[in-house]
């Protein structure tokens, strides 16, 4: 599976963004998808999963009830619509796919994007 990450960029406090995650060689649906994000200096990060079919979805603390996870299996794309962003939100956020369990741990994942930079200035 070949995953590319797009969406990001420089925005100022309180802005959205909506990123996306396109795939190619496998259809996704067969995975678990999730964003995780690191901070310059910082250990990568679990933000959002979302099951295969897109019924459950995932989040964390952080980001709870201001990011959405979304898919389109049809489309082969996973998605992330960040809303009312702040300087925490400042990294590089890479989307994953995998079959494992436990949706919030990097080794769940087998595949992985690129990588897509959001910064958002205050």
């Known amino acids: 599976v070949q995953l590319q990450a797009s969406g990001g960029g420089l925005v100022q406090a309180g802005d959205s963004l909506r990123l996306s995650c396109a795939a190619s060689?496998?259809?996704?649906?067969?995975?678990?998808s999730g964003w995780f994000r690191q901070a310059p200096g910082k250990e990568r990060e679990f933000v959002a999963a979302i099951g295969r079919s897109g019924v459950s979805t995932y989040y964390a603390d952080s980001v709870r009830g201001r990011f959405t996870i979304s898919r389109d299996n049809a489309k082969n794309a996973v998605y992330l619509q960040m809303n009312s962003l702040n300087s925490k939100d400042t990294a590089v956020y890479y989307c994953?796919?995998?079959?494992?369990?436990?949706?919030?741990?990097?080794?769940?994942?087998?595949?992985w994007g690129q990588g897509t930079e959001v910064t958002v200035s205050s």
């Open positions: 994953g796919v995998g079959a494992g369990a436990m949706v919030d741990r990097r080794t769940s994942y087998d595949y």
């Open positions: 060689g496998r259809f996704l649906s067969r995975y678990v």
